[in-house]
């Protein structure tokens, strides 16, 4: 189960629920040039350290023809918080400019390889990955931030450039995984928090 999606390879197609009462699959993003899909959750500090510049990325890049979809996979067993009533009622609260999809059996971000949250996976026109990992270098604290590299891919992907540094290492919590042996990655800071 230690896999990631690789560059250049194409975007999986997933029928998920969203927090706006629709049911979405890739299809529904086909107005979009391009399109980010990123694994995120409620309850992350490193999430929510970076939330705010991650709106501030999808509204500057919502306008150059990209759309962006955010997916929470995290057991609900293993952190309420990452419910989903508790994405409707957190999307009610903060109204991110991204569509929030539940991916409750975790069938997704296992196809993807989603490693944390957040972990952002950017496609081009024709949905092959031409990035994958961070959004910035200091999630968690943000005023400490030197880099945003989600971006400077939009920056150079929108501008019809190849993207100069496509694989970053995503910072943040591990996803976390329905059942004892589900838990393939080390525990982490978020787990201690």
């Not at 972990?119 to 945003?148: A, C």
Request: charged content about 25%; hydrophobic content about 35%; some cysteine.
């Amino acid at each position: 189960m230690a896999f990631t999606l690789e560059l250049w390879q194409k975007a999986i197609d997933f029928k998920l629920p969203a927090t706006d009462g629709k049911e979405y699959s890739l299809s529904d993003f086909e107005k979009f040039k391009y399109l980010v899909i990123f694994f995120t959750c409620n309850h992350c500090p490193y999430v929510i350290g970076s939330d705010e510049i991650t709106r501030l990325t999808v509204e500057k890049y919502s306008k150059k023809g990209v759309g962006f979809a955010a997916i929470n996979s995290n057991s609900e067993n293993t952190y309420p918080e990452d419910s989903f009533p508790n994405m409707v009622e957190r999307m009610k609260q903060y109204n991110f400019p991204w569509v929030y999809l539940y991916d409750k059996p975790q069938k997704i971000a296992e196809a993807y390889g989603a490693l944390r949250t957040p972990h952002f996976y950017v496609f081009d026109e024709q949905r092959k990955l031409v990035y994958t990992g961070r959004g910035v270098d200091n999630p968690r604290n943000v005023s400490k931030m030197t880099v945003n590299d989600l971006d400077s891919a939009l920056e150079e992907l929108t501008s019809g450039k190849p993207v100069s540094i496509p694989v970053t290492n995503p910072i943040g919590c591990n996803i976390k995984w329905e059942g004892k042996d589900a838990h393939w990655m080390p525990p982490d800071a978020c787990d201690l928090v």
